[in-house]
């Protein structure tokens, strides 16, 4: 027989429906299962007739008769109940608790939508986990049960008109299940498209274990082993599956915008519209996840093989980016498969320029002309990055496309993983305790003095063999990430993809752009005096800024330089070298290896327009103020000579160019960069206010306040320092 619908007008749309044209009085009279889907519900109930009569305004109750099963309910409540489960998909997005208590799963829509909801979840949790196929197989589950789902209740969209009416509810659960379906089938295609990805160091150690062990890869000039595809095919793949990820996502924020929260209860209103955003924001970052595939792609050698300079900086010599370049490496990248690895001593390739290029005052102290052991002059790495470059293809080498400066210091990191090495000749092992020492005294000993840094050669080839070996992998990864945050290493690429990937992941080592309002500083040194003596100095810096009614900002900055060197350190260089069988050590060695007189330039990197107004431990005539076009700061610059035992301290006092706007507050920001591969000390930050002003609000909390309102900070100048301070009257 023909549906029959019941409607109670007067009730504001409460209804009883039957699909079954079925007597109700043959029922059982206290057998009537009823749903109450309001705000206010929270269980199933049982109502009798007079019940029925009574009910409340802005409840929704809906009758189920079965002629076959009597208590079963029929395939208009099952698809009400599908509006209820609809919410669970709200879960995918990790911003809501399912709104679902007093539900009783029971139908296939149901059972469906629920376990469909359960594989998304699990498929999160091994996504995050980055076991990305487990996360493929229950995404798949997910998307298969919401398309059960779907096809249950595409009957009920068909015959709308007839069951329905005016009613949202049929078009909002069917935009939640294809949302979640959408959302499945994404996590699907994500999970299989990152997994070369998220594997590529593994990758690439496997690619070119060769290569690591000194030869050439097995992949080199673009081949492959038969049957296996290239890194980079493999990467540009997952490209593939990334974009149809995006694309599905897109879908699915397309069909949340259909979904009426009128049919939802009033609670779970709100969080419609956080789950809209949440998508929005899943797009932008699986958006952001593809700009960076053809960076990666470009680092590999994809269209074009990618020529790598990597700068050695020996750290115990300063320069604005670490260390003094003494040797250099060359690294070529074809699909992913390195094809030519070659180590050459700096003073090769400067030997090869004959023409004069003038030098900035501080090399100048040291060489008439310019090449590329100095040409890390400035402390933005992009500068001295490009400089490097230049100054190679000037000295009859090869144009490079990117360039990466390690500093010494930075290996002790990786030693600690690889345990001691053998390199032969040696008559002991090097480790993370003494490689420094004991290569450093070979090369400025010239016991090798037709090839000075052939031990460095030798020694890299043997680490490298060590390093790059599967059970390392994990540790060694790590290390390279705290490498970069601490600067040990810096990346520079002359392709514009690869660089805006390092300035992302903060590995570019680029000097922070001006800001306006913004006070800082950074000290950068470079060591004049051609000896390693920068290893024994300690340095600490201390800024105290004076905030007066007016909102005057005024800054002393005091260095404190002290060097280290005593007869302990010559007894602990005789006891490094004893195991190898070195005894002699000439006053020259123990000059150059840390004993001399630390010479150095100091810079204090200020805002651009900063004025000198005074100073102390200097002569104010000796300290000259310079602006740096390239990176838009002002600096202050003197000489330093601290001898072994001595301690230096100076302190310049300086105006800023920008006020506080006390009217009534106004927010004092400080950020301070450290210089790469400096032994640092401690930063003591102190801010002044004068009578009349205090700080409302502070940051980050180490940042102290004391009773009288002046604020204090302190800590380790191993990283970049960001301060803050809401001042006013």
Request: hydrophobic share 40%; no cysteine.
């Amino acid at each position: 027989m023909a549906p029959k619908i019941v409607r109670d007008i007067g009730k504001k749309g409460s209804f009883v429906i039957s699909i079954k044209d079925e007597d109700l009085s043959s029922r059982p009279k206290k057998a009537k299962f009823m749903l109450d889907i309001s705000e206010a519900g929270k269980q199933q109930f049982v109502i009798t007739k007079k019940e029925k009569a009574e009910k409340k305004p802005e409840q929704v109750f809906f009758l189920h008769i079965d002629a076959e099963k009597r208590f079963k309910f029929d395939r208009i409540n099952e698809t009400i109940r599908v509006a209820a489960a609809g919410t669970l998909i709200l879960f995918v997005l990790n911003i809501i608790n399912v709104y679902q208590r007093g539900i009783v799963i029971k139908n296939s829509v149901i059972a469906s939508a629920f376990s469909g909801y359960e594989d998304l979840l699990a498929g999160g949790e091994k996504a995050k986990s980055s076991d990305f196929e487990a996360a493929a197989g229950s995404f798949n589950e997910a998307n298969k049960k919401f398309s059960d789902a779907i096809n249950d209740i595409s009957f009920l969209q068909t015959n709308r008109d007839t069951f329905f009416a005016r009613e949202k509810t049929v078009d909002s659960v069917q935009s939640l299940l294809k949302a979640a379906q959408s959302i499945s089938s994404a996590g699907q295609d994500f999970a299989r498209g990152i997994q070369n990805l998220s594997q590529l160091p593994a990758l690439f150690i496997q690619s070119n274990a060769q290569a690591a062990s000194g030869g050439a890869a097995s992949g080199a000039a673009g081949t492959t082993a038969a049957g296996q595809k290239s890194l980079t095919d493999k990467l540009k793949e997952d490209l593939i599956y990334i974009q149809k990820a995006t694309d599905e996502i897109k879908f699915a924020a397309n069909e949340l915008q259909f979904v009426s929260a009128d049919v939802l209860p009033e609670p779970m209103k709100g969080k419609l519209a956080a789950a809209r955003e949440n998508v929005s924001r899943l797009i932008t970052l699986l958006d952001d996840t593809q700009s960076k595939i053809p960076a990666v792609l470009a680092l590999l050698g994809d269209r074009y093989p990618h020529t790598y300079l990597v700068l050695l900086q020996n750290d115990t010599e300063a320069r604005p980016t670490g260390g003094f370049i003494g040797s250099y490496m060359l690294v070529d990248m074809n699909d992913g498969y390195i094809t030519k690895m070659e180590f050459h001593d700096v003073y090769d390739a400067d030997g090869q320029l004959k023409e004069e290029i003038p030098a900035p005052e501080e090399i100048a102290k040291i060489s008439k002309n310019w090449r590329l052991r100095d040409s890390n002059y400035s402390p933005d790495f992009a500068i001295s990055g490009e400089k490097a470059a230049w100054f190679l293809q000037k000295e009859k080498g090869p144009s490079v496309d990117t360039v990466i400066a390690v500093n010494q210091s930075f290996l002790a990191d990786l030693l600690a993983i690889t345990g001691p090495i053998a390199v032969e000749g040696l008559n002991s092992k090097l480790d993370k305790d003494n490689y420094q020492t004991v290569l450093s005294y070979i090369i400025e000993s010239k016991i090798n003095p037709e090839e000075p840094k052939k031990i460095l050669a030798e020694f890299i080839s043997s680490f490298q063999k060590k390093l790059f070996i599967s059970e390392n992998l994990q540790k060694t990864l790590k290390a390279f990430i705290a490498g970069y945050k601490k600067k040990s290493l810096l990346f520079y690429s002359r392709n514009d993809d690869a660089q805006a990937l390092f300035e992302q992941l903060g590995m570019s080592g680029k000097v922070i752009s001006p800001q306006a309002g913004t006070d800082y500083l950074s000290v950068i040194t470079t060591s004049i005096g051609g000896n390693k003596s920068d290893l024994f100095i300690n340095q600490t810096v201390q800024h105290n800024t004076v905030v007066n009614s007016t909102g005057l900002l005024t800054n002393e900055v005091t260095i404190t330089r002290k060097n280290e060197w005593s007869q302990q350190s010559v007894e602990y260089l005789k006891a490094v070298l004893k195991p190898f069988g070195y005894s002699d050590i000439s006053d020259t060695v123990k000059s150059i290896m840390g004993g001399g007189v630390n010479k150095s330039y100091v810079k204090i990197y200020v805002p651009k327009g900063s004025k000198l107004m005074d100073t102390d431990g200097i002569d104010a005539a000796q300290v000259q103020t310079k602006a740096d076009e390239e990176t838009g700061r002002t600096y202050f610059m003197f000489e330093q000579d601290v001898t072994p035992g001595d301690e230096k301290k100076v302190t310049v006092i300086y105006q800023l160019p920008e006020n506080l706007t006390l009217t009534p507050v106004d927010t004092y920001r400080f950020q301070a960069q450290m210089q790469p591969g400096a032994r640092q000390g401690s930063l003591v930050k102190q801010i002044f206010l004068k009578p009349g002003l205090q700080s409302y609000k502070q940051y980050p909390e180490g940042l102290k306040k004391y009773e009288s309102g002046n604020l204090y900070y302190e800590s380790k100048f191993d990283k970049d320092i960001y301060l803050s301070a809401v001042v006013g009257n």
